[in-house]
């Protein structure tokens, strides 16, 4: 890092001489969510200059990649951004399919989209009411996290788990919706709305929360365009690309939806659009509960990529074949490369995979959009005050898993 | 007096005012803090710790419940009885007789003892579930905060080996001692005249004998002596943040000492209009002219408005809690602090609570006045309450003797006190964090020209009124 003051004191002030202070923050702070380090150097309370060092969650995700088989992967993409872990399965998966070829049926696309999308509230609510939390406001945090909770429940209800689900598969899911899906999920709906409603009232026409918000944290479109910044934070700059809408996966094209901008790129933007995000997505969700059909079958009708059933695996001798071939050998996919990206909970979520057509990956790379926003963080903070990180680092939503891979 | 009684008096007013601060308000306002907080938060709160009832107690709760509501009951058929005979005129003009738990009694003294305990029976029959959770006496979950408490003490006490020993020891010491020194100048009650404790007094005029001020001190200086004392808890902050040798820390205890010397220019110049109303410094006879006019809030609202913000920020509590600023500095000004030292700034937060709530009773909303109750007895527009005369002339005898109008008044001021401490913790539960610049410009750029305006304007009034 390079100094700013001037080493020499010049003799004819009469002002004591100052130094800045280099004041280091985290990674054991609460605010650095104990994976980043940020080097500062304080004029008072002004930030001169900051360093911001991220790694201290690097697990080796993309080398654990290649010792398994494709459907080994998923546990680990879990763990990338673990607050809204099935977007990173479904985007895993995509990518798979997208080399190998895979058609899913029609209504796994259905059932795909709308536990991402609700991954993708449940990513929004906790990173917003954290915000707000880090800002002193606990009471709205409290609320969020009770309707995150009931969203929890009904992924648990699903898939078995409440945070990490490893529910994704290559070519379609683990399992199909149980029999109350649509109903649980349209209770639990206008509930969030109605908290969503909630938090506003608390928050929205507060001075304080507004005056710490408005203003902070600014971030230009060119900058967060050349930073490579993606989802609610390069939205809130006022650029509308959204992957969902500039190139359409699964049904996106088929369901309507609007993409929330802002225009100043503060952290009341951010804020603001995603809120806006969780009404869009309940909305497409909505949508998606409308066009999935009731009945059919989820998984793709290709013994080569889906298990058999438990009952043939003991009862028959192909299902054992099958079932031993594709535990232990693990999908083959043919050779080639291909890069797959989907709109994770914090931007373009980008799976660029190699393989050499065996069942193990070659190279899994992943793109994790939290490193791009916390590349924009420095920019950002400079010129802000101490406390004013606090809300800045919260609105970008950097998940330690994901950044660190 | 002599000077035994005077000093037995002494000691007697000190520790009632040090026991109300640090036995009722300091565990009150811990309590309500954690349950006003589940209840606005929607959570269970803090009712995970508790003593482990037998099996027998919890089972037949109910039955205790029923119990409790058929002593009520009982006791509420003796009063009725008790009641209808002083209505025949049965009742003598005397509570007791002689023997007072022997069998000579009157019907007046039954109807007392029987309506008192009725009133207590009915709501212990209603709390009663309420102080279990599972199998635990939880008391609302007061016991959880109380084992917090122990937990703290008991803790290892860390001291950091670069830390300024003596100072990081002392700075807990300077933080929480002036906040209890705060209760010296605050009158909770009117003077007690001891030698006519179970007489109504005349509503006039001056009375002999030996006289009490419920008042610790009623120093000349009168409320300087508030900001005098508030002001050396700026050190205890201060200190931490520099003996600890953290940067944290350090900034924590700079944010403290210069929010806390700016709000204290506001504190009191907010309060200067009420100086020019009451026309005095001395905290006693400003109760006084409530008591003889009106309540401070009714007259000035909004110096009542800015010395709320200001006593808030003074004693760092959200919103304007940034030398904590849990967030972004950690815990600031206390944060290597562990274990009793820690506890004593938590507990000196609270304390710093209770005394402010009991300034601003003091100050605003008349103190231990209450409406409609002077010297002489409850009286309002005109009518006093008297029934002389009457089969009832024991109810106003009671209701307007000295001592029970003392003990009301004191009441009234504790409870007074109470409810505007829940106030700042209800808004410590609403609102996020002001920073550390925009606390200063608050200060400077909106309440001290407010303040101002508000000294202007009284001035006004008082020059046109001629007040």
């Not at chain 1, 990649?65 to 990173?88: I, K």
């Not at chain 1, 990490?164 to 509930?191: C, D, N, W, Y």
Request: contains cysteine; aromatic residues 12%.
């Amino acid at each position: 890092m390079e100094t700013f003051y001037e080493e020499h004191e010049d003799e004819h002030t009469l002002e004591l001489p100052a130094e800045p202070m280099r004041i280091n923050m985290g990674p054991s702070h609460p605010a650095m969510h104990g994976t980043i380090r940020m080097v500062m150097e304080l004029d008072g309370e002004t930030i001169m200059d900051l360093d911001i060092q991220p790694g201290y969650l690097h697990r080796g995700f993309e080398k654990s990649c290649e010792r398994g088989t494709w459907s080994q992967v998923f546990p680990y993409a879990d763990r990338l951004n673990y607050v809204s872990p099935m977007l990173n399965n479904v985007g895993f998966a995509l990518a798979v399919e997208k080399l190998a070829g895979i058609k899913v049926p029609e209504r796994c696309t259905w059932y795909r989209m709308i536990l991402g999308e609700f991954a993708r509230i449940t990513d929004h609510l906790t990173c917003n009411s954290a915000t707000a939390m880090e800002l002193g406001a606990f009471t709205p945090f409290l609320w969020c996290i009770k309707v995150r909770d009931w969203m929890w429940d009904i992924l648990e209800q699903e898939t078995g788990a409440r945070m990490t689900h490893s529910f994704g598969r290559i070519g379609g899911m683990a399992q199909p919706p149980t029999e109350h899906f649509k109903e649980s999920i349209l209770a639990v709906l206008p509930q969030v709305d109605e908290v969503l409603l909630e938090t506003e009232s608390l928050l929205l026409k507060n001075r304080i929360f507004l005056d710490r918000m408005q203003g902070i944290g600014k971030l230009g479109r060119e900058r967060a365009l050349s930073w490579g910044v993606t989802g609610p934070v390069l939205r809130s700059t006022g650029v509308d690309y959204d992957v969902r809408k500039a190139s359409p996966y699964m049904f996106y094209k088929d369901v309507d939806f609007d993409v929330p901008v802002g225009h100043d790129g503060d952290n009341y933007d951010r804020f603001m659009v995603r809120f806006e995000e969780i009404r869009q997505s309940m909305k497409i969700i909505r949508q998606c509960i409308a066009k999935m059909p009731d009945s059919g079958p989820v998984d793709t009708d290709d013994p080569r990529i889906i298990l058999p059933a438990k009952s043939d695996v003991y009862g028959t001798i192909e299902g054992t074949i099958a079932h031993f071939k594709l535990v232990m050998e693990g999908i083959k996919v043919p050779a080639g490369e291909c890069y797959s990206y989907t709109e994770g909970g914090n931007g373009e979520l980008g799976f660029y995979i190699v393989s050499d057509g065996t069942g193990t990956p070659y190279r899994v790379r992943c793109r994790p959009p939290c490193f791009y926003n916390l590349q924009g963080c420095r920019e950002m903070l400079i010129g802000d005050m101490v406390a004013d990180i606090v809300p800045t680092f919260g609105s970008i939503n950097m998940i330690g898993g994901e950044c660190d891979r | 007096m002599e000077f035994g009684w005077f000093l037995l008096a002494t000691v007697l007013k000190v520790s009632f005012i040090l026991g109300v601060t640090v036995l009722l308000y300091a565990p009150v306002f811990v309590l309500f803090e954690r349950r006003q907080s589940a209840m606005v938060q929607d959570r269970i709160g803090p009712m995970m710790g508790g003593v482990k009832m037998p099996r027998l107690v919890i089972d037949h709760l109910q039955t205790l419940q029923m119990g409790a509501f058929g002593m009520a009951a009982l006791c509420g058929l003796l009063f009725l009885f008790a009641t209808a005979q002083v209505w025949q005129g049965n009742g003598t003009e005397v509570l007791f007789t002689e023997p007072v738990l022997g069998v000579r009694h009157t019907w007046n003294g039954m109807m007392f003892v029987f309506g008192a305990l009725a009133a207590v029976h009915v709501p212990l029959g209603v709390v009663l579930p309420y102080l279990f959770h599972h199998d635990r006496l939880t008391i609302f979950g007061g016991l959880h905060a109380l084992f917090d408490a122990i937990k703290a003490f008991t803790k290892e006490d860390v001291v950091p080996p670069e830390a300024d020993k003596f100072l990081f020891s002392l700075a807990p010491i300077i933080a929480m001692v002036p906040a209890l020194m705060l209760g010296a100048v605050i009158p909770f009650g009117p003077t007690l005249y001891v030698d006519y404790l179970f007489e109504q007094l005349p509503a006039e005029g001056t009375i002999g004998g030996a006289a009490i001020p419920l008042q610790v001190a009623s120093l000349n200086i009168g409320i300087l002596y508030m900001f005098a004392v508030g002001g050396a808890g700026i050190i205890g902050a201060a200190l931490a943040g520099y003996s600890s040798n953290n940067k944290f820390a350090l900034i924590g205890g700079l944010r403290a000492a210069s929010q806390m010397v700016s709000y204290e220019v506001c504190l009191g110049l907010t309060i200067v209009p009420l100086f020019m109303l009451y026309d005095s410094l001395l905290l006693d006879e400003m109760v006084q002219w409530q008591v003889d006019h009106v309540w401070g809030v009714v007259v000035q609202p909004i110096a009542f408005v800015l010395f709320l913000t200001a006593s808030i920020a003074e004693y760092k509590r959200v919103p304007f809690d940034a030398p904590e600023g849990e967030s972004e500095i950690v815990a600031g000004f206390f944060l290597e602090y562990s274990s009793g030292k820690w506890l004593m700034y938590m507990l000196a937060e609270f304390f710093e609570v209770a005394t402010s709530s009991m300034l601003i009773a003091v100050l605003f909303f008349g103190g231990w006045d209450v409406p409609f109750l002077g010297r002489g007895g409850w009286e309002a527009f005109g009518y006093a309450f008297d029934l002389s005369g009457t089969h009832w002339a024991i109810l106003s005898e009671v209701a307007n003797s000295h001592v029970f109008i003392v003990a009301v008044q004191i009441g009234a001021f504790v409870l007074k006190a109470l409810l505007l401490g829940m106030l700042s913790i209800q808004i410590r539960w609403t609102l996020p964090r002001f920073r550390y610049d925009q606390i200063m410009q608050l200060c400077w750029r909106m309440i001290l020209p407010l303040a101002l305006v508000n000294i202007l304007v009284t001035g006004i009034f008082i020059l046109l009124t001629g007040i």
